[in-house]
T-cell receptor
Framework: DTGVSQDPRHKITKRGQNVTFRCDPISEHNRLYWYRQTLGQGPEFLTYFQNEAQLEKSRLLSDRFSAERPKGSFSTLEIQRTEQGDSAMYLC???????????????FGEGSRLTVL | DAKTTQPNSMESNEEEPVHLPCNHSTISGTDYIHWYRQLPSQGPEYVIHGLTSNVNNRMASLAIAEDRKSSTLILHRATLRDAAVYYCIGGGADGLTFGKGTHLIIQP
């Protein structure tokens, strides 16, 4: 399968623990995006990378959240000191590097569902 | 990003055309209009996008009003597999803002 891959698909953790999600984009895609989706809501933009550079961060991305894409390929999203409000689906998307960053098709993974107890 | 307004839900019959409306009155001149859909427990799937002209692809057609304040996604012949939440997004360079979308129900 050559689509966007996310791992783990499900994560249950206790409040205060740290969690890390990994996203492997489609191989020729230079752009990578993280979104968060809570039940009954649409996805909310968190951050965006062009290769290894993090070019955009939403105000939603608090200090407890950090994202990296060290070699311009896979990306990780870490949440430190998790809170119950962090429970959500974390979605990764990628796109080829053509034109404006949000002007074309984004390819989404199936997401990583986080439950904070 | 432009704020978009969509009906919460719509219902249609299988094999009939479906017209999903979206208002985006605050859209800027350079913001594309995107449509995605999402099935339960899956990530969003791209449907179509456009800037000013009407657009067609294998999945759907996008009709954009001349003033760009609204658009309509057209599914020419709905199937049961088209039942999903459809998001209309006015996206700029600072991220795509998905609203709550329209829950499309297809009756057999």
């Amino acid at each position: 399968d050559t689509g966007v891959s996310q791992d783990p698909r499900h994560k249950i953790t206790k409040r205060g623990q740290n969690v890390t999600f990994r996203c492997d984009p489609i191989s020729e895609h230079n752009r990578l995006y993280w979104y968060r989706q809570t039940l009954g809501q649409g996805p909310e933009f968190l951050t965006y990378f062009q290769n290894e550079a993090q070019l955009e961060k939403s105000r939603l991305l608090s200090d407890r959240f950090s994202a990296e894409r060290p070699k311009g390929s896979f990306s990780t999203l870490e949440i430190q000191r998790t809170e119950q409000g962090d429970s959500a689906m974390y979605l990764c998307a990628s796109s080829p590097s053509r034109g404006l960053p949000f002007a074309g098709e984004l390819f989404f993974g199936e997401g990583s569902r986080l439950t904070v107890l | 990003d432009a704020k978009t307004t969509q009906p919460n839900s719509m219902e249609s019959n299988e094999e009939e055309p479906v017209h999903l409306p979206c208002n985006h009155s605050t859209i800027s001149g350079t913001d594309y209009i995107h449509w995605y859909r999402q099935l339960p427990s899956q990530g969003p799937e791209y449907v179509i996008h456009g800037l000013t002209s009407n657009v067609n692809n294998r999945m759907a057609s996008l009709a954009i009003a001349e003033d760009r304040k609204s658009s309509t996604l057209i599914l020419h012949r709905a199937t049961l597999r088209d039942a999903a939440v459809y998001y209309c997004i006015g996206g700029g360079a600072d991220g795509l803002t998905f609203g709550k979308g329209t829950h499309l129900i297809i009756q057999p």
